[in-house]
């Protein structure tokens, strides 16, 4: 069966960087696009960034774009998430996600991770 | 803001029939791109409903199903029972802001 297993939660200073990981089993993870969403405390989802299964195609949030890199290691089965100077806001629990295509753009995510929490506060 | 619009809450009684609406534009749904619904417990993964407006992944009874006109959506839930409490949200991709997109989500309460 499919699984997603997030980890590199915790709490950080304002301007610190944290790097997430996604691991990955039961399915051929280097096939499928993958995607990190987030949920703010008392908010709703929140769409953070996509990769194409090559990891050539790189999509992010307005807010992510300059600070956040998202990549794979198809030989490890896990994706990153990769965040700088990390804010107050960026504060929330981070999914990853599975698209059941090659690509990211426009697919539903049919599999999701439980989620790890991101703290950001001095 | 999200780009997508839904109730905050909708509340139901066990076995009646709930629908929860999704409301876009002329750069997402309105475009022709897909409305995939999931439905979220506090503190478990989200679990995918319906993807591509109407279609429901194996496992997820057919007292959900979805729909799609213009520029809205909406999730129909037949047959309430108490366990379906929880949040519910759409996503679609919006072609202006060249990313996925989610509505804001809402909590569905069974009396």
């Known amino acids: 069966q499919v699984q997603l297993v997030e980890s590199g939660g915790g709490v950080v200073q304002p301007g610190r960087s944290l790097r997430l990981s996604c691991a990955a089993s039961g399915f051929t993870f280097s096939n499928y696009g993958m995607h990190w969403v987030r949920q703010a405390p008392g908010k709703g989802l929140e769409w953070v960034a996509g990769l194409s299964y090559d990891g050539k195609n790189k999509y992010y949030l307005d807010s992510g774009k300059g600070r956040f890199t998202i990549s794979r290691d198809n030989s490890k089965n896990t994706l990153y998430l990769q965040m700088y100077s990390l804010r107050a806001d960026d504060t929330a629990v981070y999914y990853c996600a599975k698209s059941p295509f090659v690509g990211v753009g426009g697919t539903p995510l049919d599999y999701w991770g439980q989620g790890t929490l991101v703290t950001v506060s001095s | 803001q999200s780009v997508l619009t839904q109730p905050p809450s909708v509340t139901g009684a066990p076995g009646q029939r709930v629908t929860i609406s999704c409301t876009g534009s002329?750069?997402?749904?309105?475009?022709?791109?897909?409305v995939h619904w999931y439905q979220h417990l506090p503190g478990t993964a989200p679990r995918l409903l319906i993807y591509d407006n109407n279609n429901r992944p194996s496992g997820v009874p057919d007292r959900f199903s979805g729909s799609k006109s213009g520029t809205s959506a909406s999730l129909a839930i037949t047959g309430l029972q108490v366990e379906d409490e929880a949040d519910y949200y759409c996503q679609s991709y919006d072609s202006s802001l060249s990313r996925e997109v989610f509505g804001g989500g809402t909590k569905l309460t069974v009396l």
């Open positions: 002329s750069s997402n749904i309105g475009a022709g791109y897909d």
